[in-house]
């Protein structure tokens, strides 16, 4: 599929259009008829590419034929991984220590993409196929108000859910082409950033994740028996070359996507806290992220000082949760990204990882910027530590704790 495919029928005089968030699947192909009857508007279906396994039809020229005024595919896939996967690499972002943000953090490119062809078309309306109990309808939702406050959000799957019989049965009725897969017992949600997977048996929390559940990552009980390893080097906090071959982001994350995940890298079972309150038991596959995440973790510990890491700790976590709640678009995001930029001009260098059956481990890291000095840390020959300095600044260090001990000797005394 080619960048920006797009077709035009014109649309009927007087007519207000919206903007659908269309994939090609069931809900979203319904949707285009049924928004068209219910709210009497011309439907403008965009897909947008951030890296989801592709359709096996010509999802575009579905919609056409289903009703839509116009289709149009989005090329994400750079911008995704250059502009919004980078973000949450750079912030180590993992929701609740385990999450790389996979699904959040495509959703507020996607809604600048949506806005943009509003903005473009004069439509009024965007809609989209979020059900009313996830995060996605509050990223949505949140964001393209944050863009654009005039446009008004439909969302059929929350306003009227219905269930896959029921859709299957309108769509015959009204004569909707639909491409009606395997039912399968899962949710789930993919991009170049990793995948998601929830319902069926992991309702239940007691429950091991059938082996159905996992899709992208081999079985880590039978992955290779030798250890792999990868060289991952880094400038200014984003990787640029793996095995010393230079690559841009998307290729990169695929490249590595496929050597961490045939390890077994990257399998997270979660039972989540969604930003509306509800619990719920989620699996998540995520090769690239939990690798690249592990490594630019480890390049800062030798290139930045203690201080910035700990202090940008707070901020990891105040971006991480910025991204799961919706707030891309906010004031603090940018603020907050500022900071963590500036700490990233000195986190250049390579990091070698072994991946070995579901484990990734940092096994060396090295630096043009290491503050790793060796002539300070040695216990060998060649020290040029000044080991008495170590007398005055224990002194000073241990000072507070001296004074209050003596007063708390005096005081007992009374
Ligand atoms: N719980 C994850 C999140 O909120 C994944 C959501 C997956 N979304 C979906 N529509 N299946 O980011």
Same mark, same amino acid.
């Given at each position: 599929?080619?960048?920006?495919?797009?077709?035009?029928?014109?649309?009927?005089?007087?007519?207000?259009?919206?903007?659908?968030?269309y994939?090609?699947g069931?809900?979203?192909?319904?949707?285009?008829?049924?928004?068209?009857?219910?709210?009497?508007?011309?439907? /403008?279906a965009?897909?947008?590419?951030?890296?989801?396994?592709?359709?096996? !039809?010509?999802?575009?020229?579905?919609?056409l034929?289903?009703?839509?005024?116009?289709?149009?595919?989005i090329?994400?896939?750079d911008?995704?991984?250059?502009?919004?996967a980078?973000?949450?690499?750079? #912030?180590?972002?993992?929701?609740?220590?385990?999450?790389? =943000?996979?699904?959040?953090?495509?959703?507020?490119l996607?809604?600048?993409?949506?806005?943009?062809?509003?903005?473009?078309?004069?439509a009024?309306? /965007?809609?989209?196929?979020?059900?009313?109990?996830?995060?996605?309808?509050?990223?949505? !939702?949140v964001? /393209?108000? #944050?863009l654009?406050?005039? =446009?008004?959000?439909?969302?059929?799957? $929350?306003?009227?859910?219905?269930?896959r019989?029921?859709?299957i049965?309108?769509?015959?009725?009204?004569?909707?082409?639909?491409i009606v897969?395997?039912?399968?017992?899962?949710?789930?949600?993919e991009?170049?950033?990793?995948?998601?997977c929830?319902?069926?048996?992991?309702e239940?929390?007691?429950?091991?994740?059938?082996?159905?559940?996992?899709?992208n990552?081999? *079985?880590?009980? &039978?992955?290779?028996?030798?250890?792999e390893y990868?060289e991952?080097?880094?400038?200014?906090?984003?990787?640029?070359?793996?095995?010393?071959?230079?690559?841009?982001g998307v290729?990169?994350?695929?490249a590595?996507?496929?050597? @961490?995940?045939?390890?077994?890298?990257?399998?997270i079972?979660?039972?989540? !806290?969604?930003?509306?309150?509800?619990?719920?038991?989620?699996?998540?596959?995520?090769?690239?992220?939990?690798t =690249?995440i592990?490594?630019?973790r #480890?390049?800062e510990?030798?290139?930045?000082?203690?201080? +910035?890491?700990?202090? &940008?700790?707070?901020?990891?976590?105040?971006?991480c949760? /910025?991204?799961?709640?919706?707030?891309?678009?906010?004031?603090?995001?940018?603020? %907050?990204?500022?900071?963590?930029?500036? +700490?990233?001009e000195? %986190?250049?260098?390579?990091? $070698?990882m072994k991946?070995?059956?579901?484990?990734?481990?940092?096994?060396?890291?090295?630096?043009?910027n290491? =503050?790793?000095? %060796?002539?300070?840390?040695?216990?060998?020959?060649? *020290?040029?530590? !000044?080991? $008495?300095? @170590?007398v005055?600044?224990?002194?000073?260090?241990g000072?507070?704790?001296?004074?209050?001990?003596?007063?708390?000797?005096?005081?007992?005394?009374?």
């Open positions: 599929m080619t960048n920006k495919e797009c077709s035009d029928k014109g649309g009927r005089k007087g007519r207000d259009k919206v903007v659908l968030a994939s090609g069931l809900d979203t192909s319904v949707a285009i008829r049924w928004i068209q009857e219910e709210y009497d508007l011309d439907v /403008i965009v897909s947008i590419d951030v890296g989801q396994p592709p359709s096996q !039809d010509d999802i575009i020229a579905r919609a034929r289903n009703g839509a005024l116009k289709a149009e595919l090329d994400a896939k911008e995704f991984i250059n502009e919004y980078w973000a949450v690499l750079k #912030s180590n972002a993992m929701y609740q220590g385990v999450y790389p =943000l996979s699904t959040a953090v495509a959703r507020p996607m809604v600048k993409k949506l806005v943009e062809v509003a903005n473009r078309e004069g009024k309306y /965007i809609a989209h196929g979020c059900t009313g109990k996830g995060n996605d309808q509050v990223r949505f !939702d964001g /393209i108000v #944050s654009n406050p005039d =446009l008004k959000i439909i969302a059929p799957m $929350r306003d009227h859910p219905t269930t019989e029921q859709e049965e309108y769509a015959r009725e009204k004569g909707i082409e639909i897969k395997k039912e399968s017992p899962y949710s789930r949600d991009n170049l950033w990793g995948s998601s929830e319902c069926g048996a992991l239940d929390p007691w429950a091991e994740p059938p082996a159905g559940v996992w899709q990552t081999a *079985d880590p009980e &039978k992955a290779p028996e030798t250890p990868v991952i080097e880094f400038e200014k906090g984003v990787p640029v070359a793996l095995n010393g071959k230079k690559m841009k290729e990169l994350v695929e590595l996507d496929k050597i @961490a995940g045939r390890n077994g890298v990257g399998r079972d979660h039972v989540e !806290d969604r930003l509306i309150g509800i619990k719920s038991r989620e699996t998540y596959e995520c090769p690239a992220a939990v =690249l592990t490594a630019h #480890s390049l510990g030798l290139t930045l000082p203690r201080d +910035t890491i700990e202090f &940008k700790r707070t901020l990891e976590q105040k971006m949760q /910025i991204i799961y709640d919706g707030l891309w678009f906010d004031t603090l995001r940018g603020a %907050v990204m500022a900071f963590i930029d500036k +700490t990233q000195t %986190v250049c260098g390579t990091v $070698r991946l070995y059956k579901g484990s990734c481990t940092v096994v060396g890291r090295k630096s043009d290491s =503050l790793y000095d %060796v002539g300070l840390s040695t216990y060998a020959e060649g *020290d040029t530590f !000044d080991h $008495r300095s @170590a005055g600044f224990i002194y000073c260090w000072l507070p704790g001296r004074t209050s001990a003596g007063v708390r000797r005096k005081n007992s005394k009374k």
